[in-house]
């Protein structure tokens, strides 16, 4: 009985729960689907994940399978599937958060067969690691304790597939809609973006080799590409299992390499994220703290695409939102300090900001870019309080005392002021560096004065 797996941003054949049950069910028809919705909402991540989609292609076509790509909406393009192939199971990983997969059964079903939902290889199934009263944990600390008090289940190896008698018309591997939802020139993102299965893993062996004690310290200096692993656009689009990573580290560890437990650490970062997420679904929309949902702030306007365009006049932020824009990542204290500008001396609502992540970062996530603006705006459920006001400026004599991240990206003739000026709209590119469109100190008061206001 011929079966469906749809490779539901899991772009790989190691550690994939959903694989596996398939081929134990039959034939398999390996199907991908690129949603133009999505697209739409996240053009660069959506362009992450088409990139993958050949080396996904090619490792099936090693074993005389192959990808089904279809372009449309998932309940349509799976319904049509199942009618074309007599397909009567479709397995695939669970949503984020899983209250997306409501009308999903329905369709499949409705087509005559059954759908069947595998969890994530995250850490820890979502919901598994509790509180002592049994809730789930709001704060990290925490939550990172009793994670690692646990065990992490065993990645699953790469299972050999049985191929159906025919193949249904698959459509090309590329995602036309999500390239024309970009504003930029997405030929110099490519550029920085190592994508498939196996160049995740080559990035995991590379990061391994490096990895040593000072990776607690340096992985906040912006200028050190080096300093973390690089991997979570390949974790995003799941070319690479949060279990495969941890196990490795692990093994690492065994082998005497330190860093190992502050790795762990961040990437449990990653599950909490989820975890929160899937309890919130919300979280994208609204404030965890409800009351934050009336904190005064404005809406988009003028200061907040000068933030987008890397024109706040402010060198740190700006670089930050350039790099961002030219390589769809941005190195995290990078991106803490660029958020915190944002909401605390413009005062502008950080869904404005998130909305700006969302499209832009080949590493989107909903749950970690909702749990991190989240912690920025000081309304999250374990944020940075809100009159802890990054100043940029100390922030780069600290992190970026001989100015080479902001040399990179914003002087000119650097290389990365000439990705950004190759990848931006002209009017974007500017041959001065702007004046502040505010005064720091003078945003700052202004914050605490509206926080000071609004507590009371
Ligand atoms: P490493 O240091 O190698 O860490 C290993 C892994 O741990 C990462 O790949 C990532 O999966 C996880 N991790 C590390 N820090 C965090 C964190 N703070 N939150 C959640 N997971 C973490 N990360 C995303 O993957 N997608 C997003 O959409 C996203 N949006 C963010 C928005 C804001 C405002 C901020 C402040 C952070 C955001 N992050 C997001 C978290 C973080 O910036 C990136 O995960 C990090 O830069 C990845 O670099 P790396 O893979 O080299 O990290």
């Known amino acids: 009985m011929t079966v469906i797996c749809w490779f539901r941003r899991v772009l790989r054949l190691d550690d994939h729960p959903a694989l596996v049950a398939a081929a134990e069910g039959g034939p398999v028809i390996p199907l991908v689907i690129l949603d133009p919705a999505e697209a739409r909402a996240h053009p660069a991540s959506a362009q992450r994940q088409a990139m993958a989609l050949p080396d996904l292609d090619a490792a099936l076509r090693r074993q ?31 949503g984020l958060p899983f209250a997306t997969d409501d009308g999903l059964a329905a369709a499949v079903e409705g087509a005559g067969a059954r759908l069947h939902l595998h969890p994530p290889a995250d850490l820890i199934p979502r ?23 646990g065990s992490i289940a065993d990645p699953l190896p790469a299972p050999r597939l049985s191929l159906p008698m025919s193949w249904p018309a698959s459509d090309g591997l590329d995602w036309p809609e999500a390239r024309a ?75 005497g390499i330190g860093g190992v437990e502050d790795f762990l650490r961040e990437l449990a970062w990653r599950d909490f994220a989820r975890d929160l997420f899937d309890a919130t679904p919300n979280m994208g ?35 930050g939102m350039r790099e961002m824009f030219a390589t769809g990542r941005m190195h995290n204290r990078v991106r803490m300090i660029a958020a915190s500008y ?19 970062l080949t590493d989107w996530d909903a749950a970690s870019n909702a749990m991190n603006w989240q912690w920025v705006a000081g309304c999250g459920p374990d944020a940075s309080p809100y009159f802890r006001v990054f100043n940029p ?15 990179h990206w914003l002087k000119p003739g650097a290389q990365g002021a000439a990705d950004f000026a190759a990848a931006a709209p002209r009017s974007w590119v500017l041959d001065h560096h702007p004046a502040p469109l505010i005064d720091l100190d003078r ?6 004065d509206a926080y000071a206001r609004f507590r009371r």
């Open 64 to 94: 005389g399978s192959r990808l089904i790509v279809r372009r449309g909406d998932p309940d349509a393009v799976l319904s049509a599937m199942i009618r074309d192939s007599g397909a009567r199971a479709v397995h695939a990983t669970q």
């Open 181 to 255: 939802a970009m504003n930029r020139g997405w030929d110099v993102v490519a550029r920085h973006v190592q994508a498939g299965e196996s160049a995740a893993h080559d990035r995991l062996d590379a990061f391994l080799d490096r990895l040593d004690a000072r990776y607690g310290t340096r992985r906040d200096t912006p200028s050190d590409s080096d300093a973390t692993s690089g991997l979570s656009d390949a974790l995003a689009v799941g070319e690479i299992s949060a279990r495969r990573l941890w196990h490795r580290a692990m093994n690492a560890q065994a082998h």
């Open 127 to 149: 919901g598994s690691v509790l509180t002592g009263t049994g809730t789930r944990f709001k704060v990290f600390t925490p939550f990172w304790r009793a994670l690692r008090k």
């Open 342 to 360: 944002l909401v605390k001396h413009l005062m502008i609502d950080w869904r404005v900001g998130l909305d700006w992540f969302a499209r832009c």
């Open 285 to 319: 929309r609204t404030c965890w703290k409800s009351e934050w949902n009336d904190f005064p702030c404005s809406g988009d306007g003028p200061e907040a695409e000068a933030w987008r365009q890397g024109r706040t006049g402010v060198a740190l932020v700006d670089a």
């Open 393 to 407: 400026d100390t922030q780069a004599a600290k992190f970026d005392g001989k100015h080479r991240y902001r040399d």
């Open 443 to 448: 945003g700052r008061q202004r914050a605490l």
